[in-house]
């Protein structure tokens, strides 16, 4: 073989070794580099959360750090990672949360429709109301007579027998689910005895007081008229 054969033949081969010795060292490097995952615990709820910067969770007294085997070097470190730790390693996952709707109501009382008054006992008080938009899950309406809820709806009934005679309030509130009130609405009304009836049954216990009063035989000579009539 001639000299410059050999002198090509041997740069062929260095070339070729040095092609290898850099292919070798562009695999290691990254495993070299790499950087080590670490585990954070959340001690209050559990959460599990993975990433390369443990300094953001140590200063944390609910966090509990600790380092894991897998590295960010290599494709292969990736590809041993759990599934919730693969794409952002150093953000704690968030919970997502389905916001609370704020609903404008408006709430409006049909019955009854003005200040009014109703006669004693023989009138009962009618409340009927309307809401728009319709009420979302777990809001209500809630209806007072003189600071006493009686009703969760829309209607309600007072019967006037044991209401004392005078002026009473009506409220009715929507509530949501939490408590707070949205839309409330007021009405007065006023209760009055009825005078015929009163004078009726006042006349009639002072009559039957005024028999009670009478002596025995008296008393059989009126149950002998009212007999009489009743025959008549």
């Known amino acids: 073989?001639?000299?410059?054969s050999k002198q090509i033949l041997f740069t062929h081969n260095k070339q070729i070794r040095l092609l290898a010795a850099l292919v070798v060292a562009g695999l290691c490097a990254p495993l070299t580099n790499a950087a080590p995952i670490y585990k954070v615990v959340d001690e209050n709820t559990g959460?599990?959360?993975?990433?390369?910067?443990?300094q953001s969770y140590e200063q944390q007294a609910d966090k509990q750090v600790s380092q894991t085997n897998i590295s960010t070097g290599a494709s292969?470190?990736?590809r041993s990672m759990p599934s919730e730790a693969r794409g952002n390693t150093?953000?704690?996952?968030?919970?997502?949360?389905t916001p609370t709707v704020n609903v404008n109501y408006q709430?409006?009382?049909?019955?009854?429709?003005?200040?009014?008054a109703y006669q004693r006992p023989a009138q009962n008080i009618v409340i009927a109301l309307d809401v728009k938009p319709a009420l979302q899950n777990g809001d209500q309406v809630s209806i007072y007579f003189d600071d006493e809820e009686i009703a969760q709806g829309l209607s309600a009934s007072v019967a006037t027998v044991d209401v004392q005679p005078g002026p009473h309030s009506i409220r009715a509130f929507v509530k949501t689910v939490s408590g707070q009130t949205r839309q409330q609405v007021n009405r007065t009304v006023h209760v009055i005895q009825n005078t015929l009836i009163l004078q009726k049954k006042k006349k009639l216990a002072e009559q039957l007081l005024a028999y009670e009063r009478l002596p025995w035989h008296q008393k059989v000579l009126l149950r002998m008229r009212g007999n009489d009539t009743v025959t008549q």
């Open 1 to 4: 073989m001639s000299i410059l």
């Open 47 to 54: 959460q599990i959360t993975f990433t390369d910067r443990p």
């Open 76 to 78: 292969s470190a990736s």
């Open 90 to 97: 150093d953000l704690p996952a968030v919970a997502t949360t």
């Open 107 to 116: 709430l409006s009382m049909i019955e009854p429709s003005a200040e009014r």
